[in-house]
């Protein structure tokens, strides 16, 4: 992938202008701080609140792969696991994570060593904590993030309950559409949709691949004109992509920080949707005072992502390597594809004169307009009424009131389960629309 003129061709971005008040508060924490790996090798360790190890109940253990393979943590990794250990995460993952990073994305920043969005990683408790860091340190009250039309509803909540707001640009199966972009940010003054003082949004949060709630992804175009935008108008970018492995098709599409020239993106990535979710591992990529200052805000909240998790994931990838980490993430997607196949198979037979869909190409909902229907929140009602869970359109919409579409998740449902669930959306669709049952 051919690297632009790094330093002659980026954009300067003064980082310290974009924190809020309170990350521009947030000191180190001291206790933190002594928890360095680098600090603690070959000292006598009486500084931090350490137990000790001799008291740990559990001294070692194995894990029983899939495919029958066993593998052992051995007692020195046992210790280590359930230990603290650094804020920034364990250093060997954290390695493996970074020449991991390099080799799927390879950030134009990496090999720039004057550039000043030098890539950085950080490991999170599963990549919400860190978007909800990520909003801390940049959102104050009254700011506003730009996000896609519909997006994540719990992006709501976390930039809502710093004050913020977010405004919605419309997307269509290709990404966020460029030119509502545009006239948003060239005519925010006169006609953003918040107030008339509002300030500027300084970022754009983002799903790129298998968006939820659409599971659409973004074309390199768009990909490209969105960076650009962001560019011009000095936005930073939150790239949110959990579902980046689970991408139907190969080869993967290429990330926003694989484009990223400034050192605007902050890259969320998760072991959440390839390993499970209940590891709570995720791992932020970026500029390296991006996510300085990230771990210092998470110094003093979350302090550290859970060590037996990280050990656990060491492990693995210790076994498989790169190629068999991709071979996991293959699995995934092949999974979720048959998944949403015979979801789409099932809808067509059931739903077609109900709804309309547009087929997903990675993530895990179907994305569905219920004809007739101007919102669906009673539709959903009744659904669950017949034993059916599903989540109503509104929610996915930034500032919604109302939405005629729903989310249908499809992971964990089972082939019969499918059948039963399009059967009962159509019978209640059209019950509430008065259509007869034929
Ligand atoms: C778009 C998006 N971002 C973030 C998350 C949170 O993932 P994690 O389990 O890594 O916290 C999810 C989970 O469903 C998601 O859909």
Not at 46 to 55: T, V
Not at 271 to 298: A, D, E, H, Q
């Amino acid at each position: 992938m051919a690297k632009q003129n790094g330093l002659g061709n980026i954009c300067r971005i003064q980082y310290e202008k974009y924190f809020s008040k309170l990350a521009r508060r947030t000191k180190s924490s001291v206790l933190r701080d002594a928890a360095e790996a680098s600090e603690l090798k070959n000292k006598i360790i009486m500084s931090g609140g350490y137990p000790s190890p001799e008291i740990f109940p559990i001294i070692s253990s194995q894990l029983t792969l899939r495919d029958g393979t066993v593998l052992k943590i051995d007692e020195e990794s046992q210790k280590d696991s359930l230990q603290y250990c650094s804020t920034w995460g364990m250093d060997d993952l954290r390695q493996w994570l970074k020449d991991f990073q390099k080799k799927i994305h390879n950030p134009p920043s990496v090999g720039e060593d004057k550039h000043p969005g030098e890539m950085e990683l950080m490991i999170t408790a599963g990549s919400q904590d860190g978007i909800s860091t990520g909003f801390q340190m940049l959102i104050d009250e009254g700011d506003s993030v730009i996000v896609q039309n519909p997006t994540y509803p719990s992006v709501f909540s976390m930039v809502e309950r710093l004050g913020g707001s977010t405004v919605g640009i419309d997307s269509d199966k290709h990404g966020i559409i460029p030119s509502k972009m545009r006239t948003l940010l060239e005519n925010w003054e006169i006609s953003n949709p918040v107030n008339k003082n509002a300030p500027r949004p300084k970022v754009l949060y983002c799903i790129p691949t298998g968006e939820n709630p659409r599971s659409a992804s973004w074309s390199f175009e768009r990909r490209q004109a969105v960076y650009q935008i962001c560019r011009e108008f000095n936005l930073l970018i939150m790239e949110d992509d959990p579902y980046y492995f689970t991408y139907f098709n190969r080869p993967l599409p290429r990330s926003m920080l694989s484009i990223d020239e400034d050192g605007r993106v902050l890259r969320f990535d998760t072991f959440s949707k390839v390993l499970g979710p209940g590891l709570r591992i995720g791992y932020l990529t970026g500029p390296r005072p991006l996510v300085g200052k990230l771990m210092l805000l998470y110094q003093t909240s979350t302090s550290l992502a859970c060590p037996f998790s990280q050990v656990i994931i060491m492990t693995l990838l210790r076994e498989w390597g790169v190629e068999g980490f991709i071979q996991q993430c293959d699995r995934t997607a092949q999974f979720l594809k048959e998944q949403a196949d015979y979801l789409l198979l099932t809808a067509n037979t059931y739903l077609s004169d109900v709804a309309e869909w547009e087929a997903p190409n990675a993530g895990m909902f179907l994305w569905m307009k219920m004809k007739g229907f101007e919102d669906t929140r009673g539709l959903v009602k009744r659904c669950k009424e017949e034993g059916l869970l599903l989540i109503e359109g509104v929610y996915a919409i930034p500032g919604g009131t109302m939405s005629p579409y729903i989310r249908i998740a499809f992971a964990i449902a089972s082939k019969q389960q499918m059948i039963e669930a399009c059967k009962i959306l159509a019978k209640v669709s059209k019950e509430l629309r008065g259509i007869p049952e034929n």
